[in-house]
């Protein structure tokens, strides 16, 4: 986990993120299926001990994440994320939806949460 200062934003993620936010990077060469898509996430965002390897529990991170005590916003970098999408697209389809609805939760909130894939 980085927090990024404004400055080292580019100008339209400066809107979005006026202030300090916690920033992962999600390396998409290493993520083969649903194990590895997890496992990924989990190592990056420091998930708790507990995870429980599922989508559920993927769910449950997501729209927690207490154990990140430097900021309220979040911005993920997931890098390569087409390698999951067309290898994997029913589990695509799943982690995608996860991924939307920590957005909004989040937002729900008044944070943020942007999802950014390269």
Same mark, same amino acid.
């Given at each position: 986990?980085?927090?990024?200062?404004?400055?080292?934003?580019?100008?339209?993620?400066?809107?979005?993120?006026?202030?300090?936010?916690?920033? $992962? =990077?999600?390396?998409?060469? /290493?993520?083969?299926?649903?194990?590895? $898509?997890?496992?990924? $996430?989990? +190592?990056?965002?420091?998930?708790?001990?507990? =995870?429980?390897?599922?989508? &559920?529990?993927?769910?449950?991170?997501?729209?927690?994440?207490? @154990?990140? &005590?430097?900021?309220?916003? =979040?911005?993920? /970098?997931?890098?390569?994320?087409?390698? =999951?999408?067309?290898?994997?697209? +029913?589990? @695509?389809?799943?982690?995608?939806?996860?991924?939307? +609805?920590?957005?909004?939760? @989040?937002?729900e909130q008044g944070s943020k949460m942007v999802i950014v894939l390269l």
């Open positions: 986990m980085n927090a990024l200062p404004m400055m080292g934003l580019p100008n339209q993620l400066i809107k979005i993120f006026p202030t300090q936010i916690a920033s $992962f =990077f999600i390396d998409g060469d /290493v993520i083969e299926d649903k194990q590895t $898509f997890l496992t990924e $996430f989990a +190592e990056k965002l420091k998930f708790p001990h507990y =995870f429980g390897m599922n989508w &559920d529990a993927f769910s449950d991170c997501l729209t927690d994440l207490s @154990w990140i &005590d430097s900021a309220n916003d =979040f911005l993920i /970098v997931y890098k390569n994320s087409q390698k =999951f999408r067309t290898h994997q697209p +029913e589990d @695509w389809q799943i982690a995608n939806g996860i991924l939307l +609805e920590a957005m909004d939760y @989040w937002n």
